[in-house]
């Protein structure tokens, strides 16, 4: 994109095309015959790896949305339904899901690479601004889209960061009630979010290519951060950029199918499993992790609007930055107290990360508020001071001499583990959030499913059934799970006619048939497990009050908190069952009376696992209440491990579909790693 | 600049680069596949589009009824003596999509005639009882269907399709 093409096309096709539309030339001499320095590592990568992501998620994206219902009281179920029924809907949706995170790690990696090399220096002011515009309509996209599944999270997100308008003095609640298109979080709410997250990708696409043009128009920065001098001190993009950037994108996607096959719900909220709710808040409302700097700055500041501009600064500061540093080295590698102070706001950010998930109270909030000063210190008063004290290290006198010395290896090690154990750490942290007072953590008991080669074990998801229909399905609906799915691989292993049978137990209302009148009939393979109440009135009529929970998603829609280490640990180990636990833990932890000092409320259990102790359900379990065909013992041990094995089937029934699909995928991209890593070697020693 | 030079193992080099590259056309085309294929009808619409059953008792001779099965409107016509013989007199060979009254009706049941409504033009829904033939007339293009649902005349290239149903009972059948 930098000055007129010298592509020459031989075709005389191709020549009439090239002079009346010289897009081909555009691409030849943008992406092929573009000289990019030769010393570039593989921070660089991070770019052609965030453009890979952005077309992964416009693609899934669009898909998502054929299947997606934009309304209040459809949302949540089909986004189930997608993961339920659609072919690879499952995979489809953990690709989106998981890719946003993907998308942010990569752009902060992208960003702070930007801010060590100082790539948003002159000549590259407009570029790095271009960069933080991206970076803001990702903020607003992440969030929109996090909404979209209307959760508990999505709702209580929405109202919270829409909320943070109220802060603007006078028209505060007319903004908002503006955003939500009502007198809360509703459906026009979700209608415009789901407009906007559809639209806000193009725009940031749209964004990309200036950012790509303003790149190519002032050539890319290098890591010795000194301008290319002679031809020697560059390589031209293909092949050289191509097959080094197809290396680093392939590394990558192992890293992010590691998500998306293994741990789809490692950086999700359990909480938004459970259907919006407006008369219910979750215990603590936590953002994305890719927020939780933003959101820490936020709380640090104990005044409404304060806190609003104190965050909103936090990000608007990065335009400023090409101005507030001037030094007039550009790569913090040779700047040693440059160089010191980058670590100190990266540790600072990862810090700040890391209280967003805490609850904000006691030492966390004062660290908060130090943390915040000391990132808007890095940019007021570090960076313009440095520029003034510090003495750089002599710049190498040209690319191609950076590249003889070949410095800065070592501190490239180094350097990885720093950011995989800080990205971990932010990521890990959000689990903290969960935290719920005075509650025992469940135990981990043994599960056939655990691990990535995990398979249900089919008598346990049998019996398990058994006693849902026995017991819970007394007051629990299943709602999403229907008698088909009986019979579909990776279930109970039941065959078509057992499931049909099956249903046909069942009296499904239906109707209105031709004389207008509604009918019961017996059940069939495509009706859904129905619930034993006709609405969530009478359920909650005949149970005190509170409405049992539908059961189809209760595996996912609980956690608890795993605290550190245990959270690195878990995403190696593919830790996945706080939900299995827990229902599990609960039904064996009912006690007659309650330990000394503890009192519940008439009308209440203990329950040592329940958040509070204090649940409505009466044990629901006693020893030799169910019968099993196969001899396994009728206890309430047994029970309670069945009917959560069960439960997590119906939580995910394709989850050994995932697996598998994983443990193939995993094979062919690292085959393809190696392949392309020898094929660089080949391309590159042409070069050195 | 620096351009690639030329490898002194040139056929080491080439597979290389040919391995390389197939691995990478089988992987993307591989992965094409759940793009594509989740477009095909989801687990519940397949579940949706069951066999279903249909009591006859209350139609009437010379009436005819509509009902949906996958989507697709079905008709069933209770048809007179006279529509039968008919469609039973006209010689096979003069129609444009030749098949027999017989063939498209079941034995011992030869007054009802089950079909699929979609006019085998360009897919509208034909108008029964109307035409030239007492069967079936398609409004959009002016096909004329018989009473055997055969296509006489206009545009449509073949007979209205019979969907796979049996008779369960002397008065219900079942679609699918
Ligand atoms: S669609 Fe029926 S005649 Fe054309």
Redesign the interface.
């Known amino acids: 994109m930098s000055g007129p093409s010298d592509y020459q096309p031989s075709h005389p096709a191709l020549k009439w095309f090239e002079q009346r539309l010289p897009i081909i030339g555009l691409v030849h001499s943008s992406f092929i015959a573009y000289p990019t320095p030769r010393n570039l590592n593989y921070w660089w990568t991070f770019g052609a790896i965030l453009s890979i992501m952005l077309g992964v998620q416009i693609v899934t994206g669009v898909i998502l949305a054929m299947h997606y219902t934009p309304h209040a009281d459809l949302a949540f179920k089909s986004v189930e339904l997608i993961v339920r029924d659609v072919n690879y809907g499952w995979l489809l949706r953990n690709m989106h899901a998981c890719g946003a995170s993907m998308f942010f790690l990569a752009v902060y990696i992208h960003m702070f690479r930007g801010l060590y090399y100082g790539s948003y220096k002159a000549p590259r002011e407009v570029l790095w601004i271009l960069g933080v515009i991206i970076y803001l309509l990702m903020m607003a996209t992440g969030f929109m889209g996090y909404v979209l599944p209307w959760g508990q999270m999505s709702f209580w997100g929405a109202t919270v960061i829409t909320n943070l308008f109220s802060a603007v003095p006078y028209f505060g609640e007319s903004i908002v009630t503006l955003l939500w298109g009502g007198y809360s979080v509703g459906n026009p709410t979700l209608n415009r979010f789901f407009s906007l997250h559809y639209l806000l990708p193009f725009l940031i696409a749209g964004v990309v290519v200036l950012h790509v043009w303003a790149l190519h128009v002032v050539g890319q920065n290098n890591p010795a951060g000194v301008e290319p001098k002679t031809e020697k001190d560059m390589v031209p993009f293909t092949p050289y950029a191509t097959i080094k950037d197809f290396f680093g994108v392939t590394c990558f996607l192992i890293f992010y199918s590691w998500f998306i096959f293994y741990m789809p719900n490692y950086l999700g909220d359990a909480d938004n499993y459970i259907p919006a709710n407006p008369a219910v808040t979750p215990a603590h409302i936590v953002p994305e992790w890719y927020y939780l700097p933003f959101y820490a700055i936020l709380r640090s500041v104990p005044n409404k609007l304060a806190g609003v501009i104190a965050m909103f600064s936090a990000i608007i500061v990065l335009v400023f930055l090409p101005w507030l540093d001037a030094a007039k080295t550009r790569s913090n590698k040779y700047r040693p107290l440059g160089k010191q102070f980058f670590w100190i706001f990266v540790v600072v950010c990862v810090l700040l990360g890391y209280l967003g998930a805490q609850p904000p109270e006691g030492i966390y909030v004062i660290a908060g508020r130090i943390l915040t000063v000391l990132y808007f210190a890095y940019f007021l008063i570090v960076l313009p001071l440095l520029a003034r004290i510090e003495t750089p290290r002599p710049l190498p006198n040209s690319i191609a001499d950076d590249v003889l010395a070949k410095s800065g290896r070592a501190p490239m090690v180094s350097t990885v583990i720093a950011l995989v154990a800080a990205v971990s750490l932010l990521a890990g942290s959000m689990g903290d959030a969960r935290a719920s007072e005075g509650q025992e953590n469940p135990p981990s008991a043994s599960w056939s499913f655990a691990g990535p080669f995990g398979k249900f074990d089919r008598g346990a998801v049998q019996r398990g059934l058994k006693v849902y229909k026995e017991v819970c399905s007394n007051c629990h609906s299943l709602q999403y799970v229907a008698f088909r799915n009986l019979a579909e691989p990776g279930g109970p292993g039941y065959s078509t006619a057992q499931a049909a049978s099956f249903a046909a137990e069942y009296k499904i209302k239906d109707g209105p048939n031709d004389a207008g009148e509604m009918f019961e009939r017996p059940g069939r393979p495509a009706d859904y497990f129905p619930s034993p109440f006709p609405n969530e009135q009478a359920a909650r009529a005949s149970n005190g009050g509170a409405a049992p929970p539908d059961l189809s998603l209760i595996a996912k829609a609980r956690s608890y908190k795993r605290g550190f280490p245990w959270f690195l640990v878990d995403f190696f180990t593919q830790f996945q069952e706080q939900g299995p636990n827990y229902v599990n833990a609960l039904l064996q932890g009912y006690e007659e009376t309650p330990p000394h000092g503890v009192t519940i409320p008439d009308g209440s259990y203990y329950n040592k696992y329940f958040p509070g102790h204090a649940i409505k359900m009466p044990s629901p379990l006693s020893d030799g209440q169910v019968t099993f065909d196969d001899g396994s013992p009728a206890t309430v041990k047994q029970y309670a491990h069945d009917v959560a094995t069960f439960l997590m089937w119906t939580a995910e029934p394709h989850m050994e579909a995932r697996k598998r699909l994983g443990y193939q995928v995993f094979i062919f991209l690292i085959i393809f790693a190696g392949l392309m890593y020898f094929t660089k070697k080949r391309v590159w020693a042409a070069a050195h | 600049?620096?351009?690639?030079?030329t490898?002194d193992h040139p056929t080491r080099?080439d597979f290389?680069?040919v391995?390389?590259g197939a691995?990478?056309a089988v992987?993307g085309v591989v992965a094409l596949?759940?793009?594509i294929?989740?477009?095909?009808p989801?687990?519940?619409?397949i579940?949706?589009g069951?066999p279903i059953e249909v009591d006859l008792a209350p139609v009437a001779e010379g009436q005819d009824i509509k009902v949906f099965w996958r989507g697709k409107p079905i008709y069933i016509s209770h048809r007179t003596k006279k529509q039968v013989d008919e469609v039973r007199a006209v010689p096979v060979s003069s129609l444009p999509d030749p098949a027999s009254d017989q063939s498209r009706t079941k034995d011992g049941h030869e007054q009802w005639l089950v079909v699929i409504g979609i006019c085998t033009h360009l897919g509208c829904i034909p108008i029964a009882h109307e035409g030239n033939y007492d069967g079936f007339f398609c409004p959009c293009h002016g096909s004329q269907y018989d009473a055997s649902g055969r296509v006489r005349q206009g545009p449509a290239p073949l007979n209205l399709p019979v969907p796979p149903y049996q008779f369960v009972s002397d008065t219900k059948i079942q679609i699918g």
Do not use: E
């Open positions: 600049m620096v351009t690639a030079s490898a080099r290389l680069f391995a390389t691995t990478a992987g596949w759940p793009f294929s989740q477009m095909n989801d687990a519940s619409t579940a949706a069951a």
